[in-house]
T-cell receptor
Framework: DQQVKQNSPSLSVQEGRISILNCDYT??????FLWYKKYPAEGPTFLIS?????DKNEDGRFTVFLNKSAKHLSLHIVPSQPGDSAVYFC???????????FGTGTRLQVFP | EPEVTQTPSHQVTQMGQEVILRCVPI?????FYWYRQILGQKVEFLVS????????KSEIFDDQFSVERPDGSNFTLKIRSTKLEDSAMYFC???????????FGDGTRLSIL
C-alpha cells in the first residue's frame, strides 16, 4: 500500500535554518492531511493539518503546503530547533472515512 | 494538556493466549481508533469506533480482534488467540469528530513468544 509516500528517509538541517519535509500521495480522494512528529518510545504527536480546500496552513513555526494538482504536501519548520529532531509522518484520509493512511516517515536531525 | 493513556506499556504473551490492551481516550472525544506498527513498517489502521459500535475496520482486523468500551472512560482491544505476527506496537487514538486531528497514546508494545 503506497498511497502515501515519504521518499526521504532522513534529513539533516542546521539549527536556525528551514527544514522542509515532503510527502507525495496517489489517491485523489484524499481530502484531509496531517503531519505527526514521533520521538522514540512515544506515540505520534499531532503537529498540523490541512484540508483539501486550502493550499496552506500555518501554526507558529510550522507551515503545511498542499499542491493538489501535484498530489504533494510539504511541512516547513522555521526556524529549526534541536528539539525538532524526531521522525515526521504525513498521513491522509478520504472524506467518508477517518482511517488515516501513513507514510513511512522522515527522520529529521537538527544539529547546532 | 489532555492526553490518551495506554496500559500496559509492554505486554509479553505466549502464542495462543488472549490479550487485552487498554486505552483511556481524551475525555471529551467521541471517536476512538486502534492502529498498529510492526517493527520497521508503517503505522496501519485497525479499527474505528463511534457511538458504541465499529464504524470501520481494516482487513487486518479479523475475527480474532474485538474492541469494547466497557465504561465511560476505557476503550479496549482484545486479541483472542495471539499469533507470532501480532507482535507490534499498538496505538490507541481519539478525536473530537470526523476530519479532526487524531491524538495518539504512547502505545503498547506487544511481544508474542
Amino acid at each position: 500500500d503506497q498511497q502515501v509516500k515519504q521518499n526521504s528517509p532522513s534529513l539533516s538541517v542546521q539549527e536556525g535554518r528551514i527544514s522542509i519535509l515532503n510527502c507525495d500521495y496517489t489517491n485523489s480522494m484524499f481530502d484531509y492531511f496531517l503531519w505527526y512528529k514521533k520521538y522514540p518510545a512515544e506515540g505520534p504527536t499531532f503537529l498540523i493539518s490541512i484540508s483539501s480546500i486550502k493550499d496552506k496552513n500555518e501554526d507558529g513555526r510550522f507551515t503545511v503546503f498542499l499542491n493538489k494538482s501535484a498530489k504533494h504536501l510539504s511541512l516547513h519548520i522555521v526556524p529549526s530547533q534541536p528539539g525538532d529532531s524526531a521522525v515526521y509522518f504525513c498521513a491522509a484520509s478520504e472524506d467518508h472515512t477517518d482511517k488515516l493512511i501513513f507514510g513511512t516517515g522522515t527522520r529529521l536531525q537538527v544539529f547546532p | 494538556e489532555p492526553e490518551v493513556t495506554q496500559t500496559p506499556s509492554h505486554q509479553v504473551t505466549q502464542m495462543g493466549q488472549e490479550v487485552i490492551l487498554r486505552c483511556v481516550p481524551i475525555s471529551n472525544h467521541l471517536y476512538f481508533y486502534w492502529y498498529r506498527q510492526i517493527l520497521g513498517q508503517k503505522v496501519e489502521f485497525l479499527v474505528s469506533f463511534y457511538n458504541n459500535e465499529i464504524s470501520e475496520k481494516s482487513e487486518i482486523f479479523d475475527d480474532q480482534f474485538s474492541v469494547e468500551r466497557p465504561d465511560g472512560s476505557n476503550f479496549t482491544l482484545k486479541i483472542r488467540s495471539t499469533k507470532l505476527e501480532d507482535s507490534a506496537m499498538y496505538f490507541c487514538a481519539s478525536s473530537e469528530g470526523p476530519n479532526q486531528p487524531q491524538h495518539f497514546g504512547d502505545g503498547t508494545r506487544l511481544s508474542i513468544l
